[in-house]
């Protein structure tokens, strides 16, 4: 082993991607990897994957703790609210974990606020009274946090606006769909802009925005429509500060500004709007926040 420093692993499993790291206590990254999901990959072979991966990643070092930050809610023997991923739902995610990493403690949870909770830690939710994280990737989402701690809720769904709907939305949740996130996720912007604009890909759709005026229209929709339910929501819990990771925030410059326009307008208290520490690593850094928390599984 490099040390005898007490290290943790923190694992990310995302819609397309799983990312891996281990890290020490003040939240330093000492290795990590990342492996791109197959388009048709399956959740048992993709859980597969990252664990052996893992255990590779892990050997040099005195890994004591494992995070598991994932999609959805898990259960003992199945993860509710997690349709992006064909058989994710029926995954028996934590025995699956117990029995690669044994004699290992463990801690799993939601990887938005697995995120929010790496914000408080070491980021930029950090000695904020009240906050919330917009998760905005191949899904969306948002946590709420006060003191430091993560909100979670009756039944830890808090935050889960991915149900969100419009009048006249005939399919929700009792029909298995989550009308916003299918209208407003990275997976479904990818699909819209090909079928509206024929555009292939979302780099490709950011770099037409400033002259397209298709591209324009589409966009202003999406951002009316994320502004509007994030700030009903906000209004709920008077943040101080709302930060935005997951995969578009590499398009922060485009996104923040302008919902924070749009807040600035309705909102009586609009919250500072501030890009993530990590940018579209929050998950992983989620992961680590998990495993070096008090709420681990022996």
């Keep these: 082993m490099k040390d005898e420093q007490e290290v943790a692993l923190g694992i990310d499993f995302g819609g397309t991607k799983t990312a891996m790291a281990v890290g020490t206590g003040d939240g330093a990254i000492l290795a990590q990897e990342r492996i791109v999901h197959a388009a048709d990959a399956h959740a048992e072979q993709i859980v597969t994957q990252a664990f052996l991966r893992a255990k590779g990643l892990i050997r040099p070092f005195n890994v004591s703790r494992v995070g598991i930050s994932t999609m959805g809610l898990t259960r003992s ?29 463990l801690a799993l949870g939601n990887d938005v606020k697995a995120a929010a909770q790496a914000e408080c830690l070491w980021g930029n939710l950090a000695h904020r009274d009240g906050g919330a994280f917009l998760n905005w990737g191949t899904g969306i989402a948002l946590a709420f946090t006060s003191g430091g701690r993560v909100q979670q809720g009756a039944h830890g769904a808090s935050g889960e606006i991915a149900y969100a709907w419009q009048d006249g939305s005939s399919m929700g949740f009792a029909e298995g769909h989550a009308p916003f996130e299918e209208a407003t996720g990275g ?69 923040g500004p302008a919902l924070s326009n749009r807040w600035q307008r309705y909102l009586p208290f609009p919250p500072e709007v501030i890009q993530s520490a990590f940018g579209s690593d929050g998950g992983m850094r989620g992961g680590l926040a998990l495993a070096w928390s008090a709420n681990l599984i022996p």
């Design 77 to 105: 023997d199945k993860v509710l609210l997690a349709p992006n991923v064909a058989g994710w739902a029926e995954l028996h995610l934590p025995e699956m974990a117990r029995a690669c990493f044994e004699g290992k403690p």
């Design 187 to 255: 997976g479904a912007l990818r699909r819209a802009i090909a079928e509206r604009l024929g555009i292939s890909s979302m780099e490709e759709f950011f770099a037409r925005l400033p002259h397209d005026g298709d591209c324009q229209r589409y966009w202003q929709e999406i951002l009316e429509w994320v502004a509007q339910v994030v700030g009903v929501a906000l209004l709920a819990v008077d943040a101080e500060v709302l930060v935005i990771g997951g995969g578009l925030v590499r398009q922060f410059s485009l996104i």
